[in-house]
Each structure stands twice: as structure tokens, then as C-alpha cells.
């Protein structure tokens, strides 16, 4: 199964206000998103998302979401191929399920299903 791209990375930074500032000179634009836990950019296409202190899964560098159309069929083939699961699916909002996986030399490879 092919995926549909990577059209969201996850940033964590330590200055919520600061980083959307800069994030916002970079892309020139202002964020789509913008709340204490999340502000999220919508850039020709791309997601670029600013999460304080790595939020609840503990990012502690960027993560590119791969967009699938089956994220369980994904998970079972990127897992039987090497991968470990580090966040199991669970939705997030508005449809929206994300899974996280390790590869075999430690990168975070993040999944995305929009329903």
C-alpha cells in the first residue's frame, strides 16, 4: 500500500509565542490554529504544527506524519517489516487518527489517517 505523501511535521519547541513569531516570518503567514497546546500553520498544501514541550508524546525533535489511507494496514506493515510501535492509533480530532513508529535505527516516523 502506497502512502499519500508527508504533508505534516510536528515541530516541539520550549516558547509557544516566540516560535509561532518565528514560524510565522518563515512561512508568511499567520497560523490556521492557535491555542495553548497546539498552533498549526497551513502552508500550499503542508501542516506545519508547533507543539509546547513536545506535548503528551514527549517529541524531543520534529516528526514527519506520513499520510495512509489504511492506517491499521500501514501499522501492520511498516511493523512486520522492522518497525516498533511507540504510540498506538488513537483519534485526535475531527476524524483524524495518528500512530507513531520507531525505525530500526530509532527515528520517529509518524502516521496520519484522515476519515
Do not use: C
Not at 508527508?6 to 520550549?14: D, F, G, M
Not at 524531543?60 to 501499522?75: C, E, G, N, Q
Not at 512486520?80 to 525505525?103: C, K, L, M, N, S
Request: hydrophobic share 40%.
Amino acid at each position: 500500500m502506497t502512502t499519500q505523501g508527508i504533508k505534516t511535521v510536528l515541530h516541539p519547541v520550549s516558547d509557544l509565542t516566540k516560535a509561532k513569531a518565528v514560524y510565522a516570518a518563515l512561512l508568511g503567514i499567520e497560523p490556521q490554529t492557535d491555542s495553548p497546546y497546539y498552533v498549526g500553520f497551513d502552508a500550499e498544501g503542508q501542516h506545519i504544527g508547533l507543539v509546547p514541550d513536545g506535548g503528551p508524546q514527549g517529541m524531543t525533535s520534529p516528526v514527519t506524519y506520513w499520510h495512509v489511507p489504511d492506517i491499521a494496514a500501514k501499522l501492520a506493515e511498516v511493523t512486520a517489516a522492522g518497525a516498533t510501535v511507540q504510540e498506538a492509533p488513537h483519534e485526535v480530532g475531527g476524524g483524524r487518527v495518528v500512530a507513531t513508529v520507531i525505525d530500526v535505527d530509532g527515528n520517529v516516523l509518524g502516521l496520519i489517517q484522515d476519515r
